[in-house]
């Protein structure tokens, strides 16, 4: 069977199934841990787990309810509006805890629907948005099937969006929506420094720059998304945060909720930095 291959374990994520274990045996009791509900998705970050991976942790983790979920549904992907949406076809995504199946059958109604580009996992591009996932999916949905899909931040995110949940209604699917992307990327590294450097920079990237950018995932608006993502620099996957929000919607999601937020500054305190959120989309 066609595999796509790890490209980041080791390096992005524990190479190995008792340290991938171990790690996210840590990051569920951090914090607030793991919320219980019934949630139709959710937007995480992509960092290495070392930055990041505590708070996209727990945003799949709280995924999982008692009704058995079929497929988890992955967008991501670093692209510009001009760019062309893609798909994985078919096989399986390796990750140390054991492999994940791609959902076929909903793949191929997806493209019998939408106008996006075919990629076998021989092509299929390395994406640290969609692979730094795929460990915590096989963790918390052993035995899900998997879509893993770029898209490009314009309007036909929300076309995605409608076309991934109806095809999962028409297959009878039982699916959660996972969206990721970064937050603000600030500083010269980037060739973002609006607001300067230092303690000052760090308090507009948290209260203004990712606030407005976390502000619109909430209220569920996937044309201000991509607004905030391209006018602002605060999302570098806008197109799959507002797919995201699109999909949650359209699958019935009543309220949104920010789960966490962090920099990788207070990690390590650096001139450029990152911002990271975890939002929740509730069925109830």
Not at 39 to 56: C, D, E, K, L, Q
Not at 122 to 131: H, S, V
Not at 153 to 181: D, W, Y
Not at 237 to 251: H, V
Request: aromatic share 8%.
């Amino acid at each position: 069977m066609d595999k796509k291959k790890a490209a980041f374990a080791g390096s992005w994520y524990p190479a190995t199934p008792g340290e991938c274990e171990e790690q996210i045996q840590t990051f569920i009791h951090e914090k607030q841990g793991i919320l219980d509900g019934s949630f139709a998705g959710g937007i995480v970050p992509h960092a290495g787990w070392y930055y990041s991976g505590s708070i996209a942790c727990r945003v799949i983790g709280s995924l999982k309810s008692q009704t058995k979920i079929d497929t988890v549904v992955l967008l991501g992907a670093h692209m510009h509006p001009q760019s062309e949406p893609f798909i994985l076809t078919h096989g399986v995504c390796e990750t140390p805890l054991g492999d994940l199946m791609v959902d076929e059958e909903l793949v191929s109604h997806i493209t019998d629907g939408i106008s996006i580009r075919k990629r076998d996992p021989m092509r299929f591009p390395d994406e640290n948005t969609l692979e730094l996932q795929y460990p915590f999916v096989k963790y918390f949905f052993p035995d899900a099937m998997i879509v893993s899909a770029g898209v490009a931040p314009s309007n036909f995110a929300s076309i995605i969006a409608h076309t991934i949940v109806e095809s999962a209604q028409k297959l009878s699917r039982k699916i959660v929506v996972v969206g990721s992307t970064d937050m603000t990327h600030y500083g010269s590294n980037f060739g973002f420094t609006p607001a300067g450097t230092g303690e000052k920079a760090v308090d507009w990237v948290k209260n203004e720059n990712d606030k407005n950018a976390i502000d619109v995932m909430l209220e569920m608006d996937d044309a201000a998304i991509i607004s905030q993502g391209l006018d602002h620099k605060n999302m570098c996957c806008a197109g799959a945060a507002a797919a995201t929000a699109a999909a949650c919607k359209k699958m019935g999601a009543a309220k949104a909720m920010t789960l966490d937020y962090a920099t990788s500054y207070e990690k390590s305190a650096s001139e450029s930095f990152v911002g990271y959120s975890g939002i929740l989309y509730s069925l109830s």
